[in-house]
């Protein structure tokens, strides 16, 4: 069983930067890609960024793309969603997730975790 634990969210202002981590308890998911996933209110569930197992391949949506940076220590456990330059549409819950392969398809995606909210005001 895994569990995927996501921390780091919080209140920013239009501008500033937050450090998404998620954790994954259980089995270490050095072998498993990881992506990064949000949902604004009324809005469906959208890809933000996906790193494969090693940390050579990661991928981004267009709307993040240069402002967001993901990474992965697998000796940790960990990955990380740097989000800079933050703007108010980037405000959602997000999602932290485990794929067999990197993609930014959701449904290839096994594992979720619970969320974190981030907020960015304008």
């Known amino acids: 069983q895994v569990q995927l634990v996501e921390s780091g969210g919080g209140l920013v202002q239009a501008g500033g930067s937050l450090r998404l981590s998620c954790a994954a308890l259980?089995?270490?998911?050095?072998?498993?890609?990881m992506g990064w996933f949000r949902q604004a209110p009324g809005k469906e569930r959208e890809f933000v960024s996906a790193?494969?197992?090693?940390?050579?391949?990661?991928y981004y949506a267009d709307s993040v793309k240069g402002r967001f940076t993901i990474s992965r220590a697998n000796a940790k456990n960990l990955v990380y969603l740097q989000m800079n330059s933050l703007k108010p549409e980037d405000t959602a819950v997000y999602y932290c997730?485990?794929?067999?392969?990197?993609?930014?398809?959701?449904?290839?995606?096994?594992?979720w975790g619970q969320g974190t909210q981030v907020t960015v005001s304008s």
């Open positions: 997730a485990r794929a067999q392969v990197v993609t930014t398809t959701p449904d290839e995606y096994d594992y």
């Open positions: 259980g089995r270490t998911f050095g072998n498993y890609a």
């Open positions: 790193i494969n197992w090693s940390g050579i391949t990661t």
